[in-house]
């Protein structure tokens, strides 16, 4: 869902790659529930290379949090790196939840 406009001068914008043991694990809905109880907005999936991707809309200090747990993940799944590649401040139109989409 999209809809809120953004505004907040403090708000930042990451595109996530993951890589290790990250699909059939539970990672994406790990990543979900972690970026909701940070109060991130965004996305997550799985990619047909069997990365995750996310994209993570939010204060930056927040998404570097999110960054630390990602790095943990779940216990089923072996995270072997977490590509952070910040995007420009987005002047448009943000998600207002954070959803899990299909593979790409």
Known sequence: MVAAMASDPASAAAYLLVSGRVQGVGYRWFA???????????????????????????????????????REGPPASDVTEVAVHWLPATE?????????????
């Open 32 to 70: 979900s529930r972690s970026a909701e109880s940070l109060g991130l907005t965004g996305w997550a999936r799985n990619r047909r290379e069997g990365t995750v991707e996310l994209e993570v809309f939010g204060p930056r200090p927040r998404i570097e949090q999110l960054v630390q747990q990602l």
């Open 92 to 104: 448009g139109v943000v998600p207002v939840t954070f959803e899990i989409r299909p593979t790409a």
